[in-house]
């Protein structure tokens, strides 16, 4: 049925439930998995340098990667790590899903309602509503 699951994972602690629900699935499933995690770029008015920021989001990137990969190894599953860049974290999620061929996403979602929602956004949401393949959402 799925045969190639995009994981979405951020390093959080929310994000991490999406991870294993989607490593559990593709073990089941015999699936081949991608962990995605999305960096946004240099914010003109930030006050760190470009360097640190970098640097910074590169340590956070990384760190998101291998706490997937780590829980991967503990599932039984190979995962294959992607580090996306851009702007929208969900245009790049949906993206990456349609450039390598998976058939479903998995991601968590704070379940925000009402005016937080519409203040914070919801990358989730934008994935539901632009991803051409079926959206797993882990709450």
Partial sequence: MYTHILITTDGSELAQKGVDHGL?????LGSKVTVITVTEPYPLNSPATMASW??????????ALNLAQAAASKAGVTVDPVQAFGESPAEAIVETAAERGCNLIVMASHGRRGVSRLLLGSQTAEVVHYSKVPVLVVR
């Avoid at 559990?24 to 089941?28: F, I, S, V």
């Fill in 24 to 28: 559990t699935l593709a073990r089941n």
């Fill in 54 to 63: 970098s640097d910074a989001q590169q340590k956070h990137a990384d760190a």
